[in-house]
């Protein structure tokens, strides 16, 4: 009697399409699968065992331990009739008693197979590419909890094949964008270079409107200082603090002034690590300064000595934006509350993990639309008559609250208030912090 090579399966070619496309045949050796037969050997305690992909004419092994070869022919390998039923192990006692294997040369010679057990390695189609097997050179069987680990470890080698594929799609996806990104790059050299100047003017434009609006606000705020100061000029202690705070704006105005210098200059604003809550703290009289007399400003200033990195004069900028928009949109009595948080955040689609102060300006006025709410912080949006706005400052407030590591958030509907909400990442405690 002559040994029989095992049938073909039913679905050859679709099999032996999905084997080629992995691209792993005749590759080098991995860790990944020189593990898997590793914990086969271990776990069935055998000599031998192998990661074995069928070909259309051999069987080569990805993995192997306990032979000193690379591939057979198919003709001769056992994993051949394992891979006929996909669903199950194949379990071989004692390969001298069984007629598919009695006469092969691999059992009447080296390496003398007597056990074999083979658990298909599957793709998610249902194809089987080869086995986990191991072998052993006397008679002997699985046990149930052997043949479980065995299906287990082939459906791992199965993983790790699709995932092998996966990281080389990767690499080349990657390759083709970098010579996509070069060539675009060389494309675009030649544009960048004629529209530095033109964006130079355009940002200085726009630096110089968003000053000007900001400015407009401490205007408002020395205006009203002087008024007071006018109207108490009889009595000195007024007359002092409403000074004191005429004197604030002037220097958040000379900040200003600077910041558009500096930016004309390509030096740029100085970041410091400053605590929010203590600098808006210091700055309450020239706050209410910038809201009419019947409109309650508080303040719940509840985070303090938390460092966050920004430039002073554009906090004391954004707030004052705030509070502007505020009074307009109240038109009258009403009020407004300045407040400080801590809030850890994860799981946030638009902040990375981490701690954040949370500065929020709160008023009850009517509110706005979901579609308007949409819309106010691009840059020139504005619902106010021509003349009357810039549409810069809440653009301001969203790039002021960007740069600080976070994000600006709206909550408001008709009849419901406005809140807006910067987060702001913060670096750490105040006091371990360089100023």
Known sequence: ????????????????????????????????????????????????????????????????????VQETHRDLAFCAHAILDPCEV????????????????????????????????????????GTVCVIDTRPRTLSAAQSLALQALA?????????????????????????????????????EQSLN?????????????????????L?????????MIRLRARRPLDVERFSDTGLQAVEQGRQLVNHLLSSVRRDGPELICIDVSERIAAAQELMQRSLSRDIELTFDLAAHGWGVMCVEVQLHAVVMNLLANARDALAGPGRVTVATRLQAVEDDLQLAQGDYLVLSVSDN???????????????????????????LGLAQVREFAQSAGGCVRLETAPGAGTHVKLYLRILGHIDGLPQ
């Open 1 to 68: 009697m002559t040994h029989r090579p095992a049938p073909f399966p039913a679905n050859e070619e679709e099999r032996a399409l999905s084997l080629e496309h992995l691209r792993v045949l005749d590759s080098a050796a991995e860790q990944g699968f020189d593990d898997v037969v590793l914990l086969a050997t271990t776990l069935c305690n055998v000599p031998i065992a192998l990661v074995s992909l069928v070909d259309r004419e051999r069987q080569w092994f990805k993995a192997c331990i306990g032979l000193d």
């Open 90 to 129: 194949l379990i071989v006692e004692d390969a001298t008693l069984d007629p598919r294997f009695e006469e092969s040369p691999l059992v009447l010679g080296p390496p003398y197979i007597r056990f074999y057990a083979g658990a298909p390695i599957r793709t998610h189609a249902g194809h089987a590419l």
């Open 155 to 191: 459906r791992q080698t199965g993983a790790l094949l699709q995932l092998r594929l996966l990281d080389r799609q990767r690499e080349q996806h990657e390759a083709e964008l970098t010579l996509q990104l070069e060539a675009a790059q060389a494309h675009s050299l030649a544009a």
């Open 197 to 217: 100047h033109s964006r130079r003017v355009s940002s200085l434009g726009m630096l110089t409107a968003s000053i000007a609006h900001d400015f407009n606000n």
């Open 219 to 227: 205007l408002q705020s020395f205006s009203a200082s002087l008024q």
């Open 365 to 391: 006025g009517p509110g706005m639309t979901k579609a308007l709410a949409a819309q106010v912080f691009e840059p020139f949006f504005t619902t106010k008559q021509s003349g009357q706005g810039t549409g």
